[in-house]
């Protein structure tokens, strides 16, 4: 990063993506979309699964629900259902059965591939310096990896031939460990497949002695690479460091031991991004593993510093990084069954107020007790009877003919209200005998 300016002016000039940024304006709110919908599942014991939506509106401001948790909850009507709670006399959410149908397939995909799962939290470990992170870290990214949300139990605990917990050197730490005998740098970093792929391409623009060190660079549309740049991508590309796996050795102070310690960072947030789901992850996430990995490096700036392998938005009030390589379009280029299960849950959100076959009542979404339809009917007669105003009473005769035929008990409430309007602000005129 330039010296002359600050991180936060060296992110707003990057260069944006289209794409990515597309795929950021619905993920942004699927991401608070999944937020509420782990409050939810939270409360088993209820029939169904619930929470109040006062509740929600009390953390609106940290779920980042600009306009509150009712007016969100409304835009979503194929995730969340409003309804009225009886016993608790207040409104509460619940999931649509389609919504709990996407959060079973997810479960399902999760279990089924806990395997993998496994194998990621062992190649996490074994990037570690000490071969262990805190558990509080991986707490930050396990639905990134894939996790089951009781992977304590399901995964670490099941495992005693593979990890150790042990207590940390804070209070109420606990730090994830893998055991001494297991053996170190026999794994393979992700991007060694794409090495050897490009090595066995007869049109590969890449030098055959450089590619050894190599990543797959591409850079945003409308990026302007000028010689300089790309002489030093060049030169880069062919710099030798140490792989996430080895043996990283005594750290060189020089300026070419800090650039080959700069490119096994870049390997490193490289090889954790391949590990995770959706090959994307909040910088702050991956933050609290830096030090653990030995990265003495910025990671934010590690990301804007190679626009080619990493693409960084910051929409939705976050820092989100995306592995440029393994996205074509918007879409993971190869695909598992945990992310197609979300983008399921992505396409409801996408989806938004659109598609429903009729219209969500009045009286939920602003979550107000209907009336009677008798005692709707009566109010509405007698607020006819106080009305001067023939516009006024043209106007309501007509919407009640609506509302007798279209039976909403909402829109009786909004009817009702109306009525009440029309005669507080004529309180001084003529009685209708």
């Given at each position: ?71 969100f909850l409304r835009r979503y009507p194929h995730i969340f259902e409003i309804f ?315 919407a009640a003919i609506v509302l007798l035929i279209m039976e909403t008990s909402g ?23």
């Amino acid at each position: 990063m330039p010296r002359a300016i600050s991180t936060a002016q060296y992110v707003a000039s990057r260069a944006r993506d289209p794409t990515f940024e597309k795929l950021m304006d619905h993920y942004k709110n699927l991401v608070k979309v999944v937020a509420i919908q782990d409050l939810i599942l939270a409360n088993p014991s209820r029939n169904p699964p619930s929470v109040s939506v006062d509740f929600l509106s009390r953390l609106s401001l940290k779920l980042h629900l600009n306009r509150g948790a009712p007016s969100f909850l409304r835009r979503y009507p194929h995730i969340f259902e409003i309804f009225y709670n009886q016993s608790k006399s207040m409104p509460f959410c619940k999931l649509t059965d389609k919504a709990i149908e996407i959060t079973q397939i997810e479960a399902a995909a999760v279990h089924d591939s806990l395997p993998l799962v496994v194998d990621r939290l062992v190649r996490i470990l074994s990037m570690s310096i000490s071969r262990s992170v805190p558990l509080r870290a991986i707490f930050k990214v396990w639905r990134e990896l894939g996790l089951p949300d009781d992977f304590e139990e399901s995964v670490i605990a099941r495992n005693p031939d593979l990890f150790v917990l042990c207590d940390g050197n804070e209070p109420n730490t606990h730090v994830l460990k893998l055991v001494p005998r297991y053996p170190s740098g026999h794994f393979t970093a992700a991007v060694e497949n794409w090495r050897v792929m490009e090595c066995c391409k007869e049109d590969s623009k890449l030098d055959k002695t450089g590619i050894r060190y190599s990543f797959k660079q591409g850079f945003p549309p409308g990026m302007k690479l000028k010689k300089t740049f790309k002489a030093n991508v060049k030169e880069w590309q062919k710099l030798p460091y140490v792989g996430p796996y080895e043996e990283m050795g005594e750290k060189k102070k020089s300026k070419g031991g800090m650039k080959r310690l700069e490119k096994r960072a870049v390997g490193i947030v490289h090889e954790f991004m391949s590990l995770t789901v959706e090959k994307m992850v909040e910088v702050e996430k991956i933050s609290h593993f830096r030090k653990w990995f030995g990265i003495d490096f910025n990671i934010r700036d590690l990301f804007l510093d190679h626009p080619g392998i990493f693409y960084l938005s910051t929409k939705g009030k976050r820092h989100t990084v995306f592995l440029r390589e393994a996205y074509e379009r918007g879409q993971l280029i190869n695909p598992n069954p945990v992310y197609e299960s979300r983008m399921k849950l992505l396409d409801l959100v996408k989806l938004g107020r659109h598609g429903l076959l009729t219209k969500t009542p009045r009286a939920t979404r602003m979550h107000i007790i209907p009336f009677e339809v008798d005692e709707q009917r009566e109010s509405i007669l007698c607020g006819l009877k106080w009305i001067s105003s023939q516009a006024a009473l043209d106007f309501c005769i007509a919407a009640a003919i609506v509302l007798l035929i279209m039976e909403t008990s909402g829109e009786w409430v909004a009817i009702i209200v109306i009525l009440r309007t029309f005669t507080g602000k004529n309180s001084g005129c003529r009685l209708a005998n």
